[in-house]
């Protein structure tokens, strides 16, 4: 990796007079993450160069894309302008970041800027949205934001990478070098197969249970919704054990689960517990549990939250993982995934000259707001904060 300095001084002069910002030009700012948890960067190398071919200026602090192995010299030679310090890269019209933004982060933001970011909402504060409302940031979140046919494009992705990563996390503790039960994920010729219980019949729920059959496993699906359960046996192609949620059907199932995946998705902003503690006790000794959705608050009642670098704990003999972030143990894939969703949303939002033409002209981008020009937004977070919201159209119909 070469000196910052030196990454800013290989850009030749036209370069480097191309990103003066123009008026009329976006200049858009990727900042360092600051949690030593996250390892995805917003923008890769390839599409700094695709929205710098488009007149659009981009900003990334030294060491962005470190994580994810994009260098600082890959970001300059894409046309980026690298800088030393944060403050440089949250000075900007459009912030991108993975985590939400600290308070001291925030204090860097310009005034009526536009932050894209994830929101986290179980880790959040009343003091946060005052902070981004005193900076009158318009603020967007992964989480809520859709795309034009209705879909959640973030959500949907990083629920891929979990769902595919989740067994090969399974697998790793399942093996006797980890204190494991010492069997393999799947099954062999003679010897019985491995039984992985998932509750939740989404994304993530989809692609764990094409992983654990693609390895031989038997699986047994729960949720509460018949349709999903209807559709996952639909997109597997085969017939697999389905069920509503009744304690004594998921009882039995656990007793005798090697693996149970949790991936129920948060229904008014907080999961529902599902799995009791008695339910975990009777469990086999050596299984592991990994609850996708701790970051929402979980549905298993003994999972407590988990980081990359102590990601596992025993209770009742039982091994629990519970990693909110999963995606970033496979950062590369997941920056990837998340540059080829942003990096069409800041093309179209150069092409209205600012993110509050976007959200005037696009209601799937509206979807994603949550503050706008110092006032909360979002119902959902104006309850649970006990903070006033104002109805986003109403702001839009008075200024416009």
């Not at 190398?45 to 929205?51: H, K």
């Not at 939400?100 to 179980?122: D, R």
């Not at 795309?147 to 996390?169: C, F, H, Q």
């Not at 102590?310 to 519970?322: D, L, R, V, W």
Request: hydrophobic share 45%.
């Amino acid at each position: 990796m070469v000196d910052v300095t030196e990454a800013v001084e290989i850009l030749p002069k036209e370069a480097s007079a191309k990103l003066k910002p123009k008026k009329e030009e976006l200049l858009i700012g990727v900042p360092k993450e600051m949690d030593a948890q996250e390892k995805r960067v917003l923008l890769t190398p390839e599409a700094v160069r695709l929205l710098v071919a488009n007149g659009i200026n981009v900003v990334v602090e030294q060491g962005a894309g470190d994580n994810s192995k994009f260098t600082d010299k890959d970001y300059a030679d894409a046309g980026a302008k690298v800088v030393l310090t944060a403050k440089e890269a949250l000075e900007v019209d459009v912030v991108l970041k993975v985590e939400p933004p600290t308070l001291e982060e925030i204090a860097h933001m310009q005034s009526g800027s536009c932050l894209i970011s994830a929101l986290q909402i179980g880790r959040q504060s009343a003091q946060y949205i005052h902070a981004l409302n005193a900076k009158k940031i318009t603020a967007v979140s992964f989480e809520h934001l859709e795309d034009k046919v209705g879909g959640m494009p973030v959500v949907r992705a990083m629920s891929e990478i979990a769902g595919s990563t989740v067994m090969l996390i399974a697998s790793e503790y399942l093996s006797s070098v980890n204190d494991g039960k010492g069997l393999i994920l799947g099954g062999v010729t003679g010897v019985p197969p491995t039984q992985v219980v998932i509750i939740g019949a989404g994304t993530v729920a989809e692609y764990a249970a094409r992983t654990a059959l693609g390895l031989g496993a038997n699986i047994k699906v729960f949720d509460n919704q018949i349709y999903k359960l209807r559709r996952i046996k639909q997109l597997l192609g085969q017939q697999v054990f389905t069920s509503t949620i009744d304690n004594v059907t998921l009882a039995q199932a656990l007793k005798e689960a090697d693996v149970v995946i949790g991936a129920l998705r948060a229904e008014k902003g907080k999961n529902k517990i599902v799995v009791t503690e008695e339910m975990v006790a009777a469990m086999m000794p050596g299984s592991i549990i990994i609850d996708v959705s701790i970051d929402q608050g979980g549905c298993i009642e003994t999972a407590e939250m988990t980081s990359h670098d102590q990601p596992t704990y025993k209770k009742h003999e039982i091994i629990h993982y519970c990693v909110p972030n999963i995606a970033s143990r496979v950062s590369r894939t997941a920056s990837v995934a998340l540059s080829n969703i942003f990096t069409p949303i800041v093309l179209q939002m150069s092409d209205l000259k600012g993110a509050e033409e976007m959200i005037f002209n696009y209601k799937w981008f509206m979807k994603g707001v949550y503050t706008y020009r110092g006032s909360l937004t979002n119902a959902h977070l104006a309850r649970r904060f006990a903070m006033s919201h104002k109805e986003l159209q109403l702001l839009l119909a008075a200024r416009y």
